[in-house]
Structure formats: C-alpha cells, structure tokens
C-alpha cells in the first residue's frame, strides 16, 4: 500500500506543515515585535504594526485553509482507490480510516472551523486578525484568599463582527456569536495537532501494511509506535 500512501506522506502533508510553521513564526515575530519599546510607546508605529501584521498573517493563514484542502483531496483520492483493493487487509484499512476520521477529526469544531475558513476565503475575502491586549486570570499558588493574578498579553485574533456575515457551519456560528473575537492561532494550533496525529496514523498503519513489514512492525500499537518514532516530541 505504500506507493498510494507515500507521496501524500511526502508531499501533500510536507507542504501542509510548511505553512503551518510558516503561520507560527510569522505570528511569533509579530507578537514579539509588539512587546518592543518602540511600539509600545508610540501609537503610530503600533497601528502600522497592527495593520502590517494583521495583513500578512492573513495571507499566512490563507496558505494554511488552501494547504489544508490540497491535503484533504489527495487523501481521498487514495482512500477512494483502497475500498475496491483486492487485498482484504487493505479494505479493512479503509473502513478502519473511515471509523478514525469520523471519531478523532471529521466533526471536531477546530476541523469545521478550518473548512468554513477555506470556505470564507474562497467565497468572500481573506479575513485579517487583529492585534489584541487581553489580561487572563492565572491562579494565585502562594494564596487561595488573596486577589487573583493576572498576565496580559498580545495576540491576533478575528474580530466577530468582521466575519459574522456568512454562513458558518453551526460550532463556529455558535462560537462567533457567543464571543467578541476569534484565537486563530489556537485554532490551528489544535488542528494541526490533530491533522498530525491522524497522518501518522495512516502512516503507521502504512508501514504495517506493507508486504516485508517485520513482525514487530505488524504487532507493535500506534501509540508505542509513535513513541518511538516521535521521541520525546510526543
């Protein structure tokens, strides 16, 4: 099965990763540069930061939605082909792929969200973040009865009201409605940590199927063998 697997391995995924580190580094420099002196006392450089970042991490995330898709249809290309294989243990392969998708990926609200974003993009505009202060409460260790910590920080998020218009699917309408802004970035931040973890599973499960794949290779579960492979990264 590997010659219908790996180039999706290789390349389409390969791709996929590429602009998701490419969205983290260019967000992380931004916030970075946020917290410089020179932005935080003076107001113009602060809105040119805001209207230059915003820009350019929309067009970041935009690569991610359309890296995303790609993905998603050289995917189903292959798995469309496995169903028919004369192989038993190739089409029990694909009804084992449809079950996983169905439970670890297809409906969770960070998958929704990314495909109504491909959506957005594709039918309306490319939707520009912008650039928030937030305080967040963290718990007082040293105290439970005195006053509550808090952090501030900055980020880039999706003003609601920017992209209320249109036709969400129900979990992001929902999260829209009930919220002033958006955390892009952890949104995809967990999508891609699930996007991962669901290709190497059909990594993992290409390797087993291989016809000179070891016996330990064939025995070994997908957690022991991510451990391995992944290291101390899982």
Do not use: C
């Not at 390349?11 to 260019?26: A, D, H, P, V």
């Not at 005195?146 to 003003?159: A, C, Q």
């Not at 802004?181 to 995809?188: E, G, T």
């Amino acid at each position: 099965m590997g010659e219908n697997f790996f180039p999706i391995i290789f390349y389409s995924f390969y791709i996929f990763e590429g602009n998701y580190i490419e969205f983290k580094r260019t967000i992380e420099d931004y916030l970075e540069t946020a917290n410089r002196d020179e932005f935080l006392s003076d107001n113009e450089n602060h809105v040119s930061l805001h209207i230059s970042g915003g820009r350019e991490i929309g067009r970041r995330i935009h690569n991610y939605a359309a890296a995303w898709l790609s993905l998603i249809d050289h995917t189903r290309i292959v798995h469309g082909k496995l169903k028919d294989h004369t192989s038993a243990d190739v089409r029990d392969f694909a009804n084992a792929y449809e079950a996983r998708l169905a439970e670890y990926l297809k409906d969770t609200f960070e998958n929704v969200f990314v495909k109504d974003l491909r959506r957005y993009v594709q039918h309306k505009k490319v939707p520009v973040p912008t650039l928030y202060f937030k305080m967040h409460r963290i718990k007082n260790l040293s105290s439970e009865s005195r006053p509550p910590l808090f952090k501030g920080g900055y980020s880039f998020e999706f003003n609601s009201k920017d992209i209320e218009d249109f036709n969400w699917s129900r979990q992001p309408r929902e999260y829209i409605k009930s919220n002033k802004s958006v955390p892009i970035a952890k949104i995809i931040d967990k999508h891609f940590s699930i996007m991962k973890d669901f290709y190497l599973w059909i990594q993992f499960r290409d390797h087993q199927l291989y016809p000179y794949a070891s016996s330990e290779v064939k025995e070994i579960t997908f957690e022991e063998w991510k451990q391995k492979t992944l290291g101390d990264e899982v």
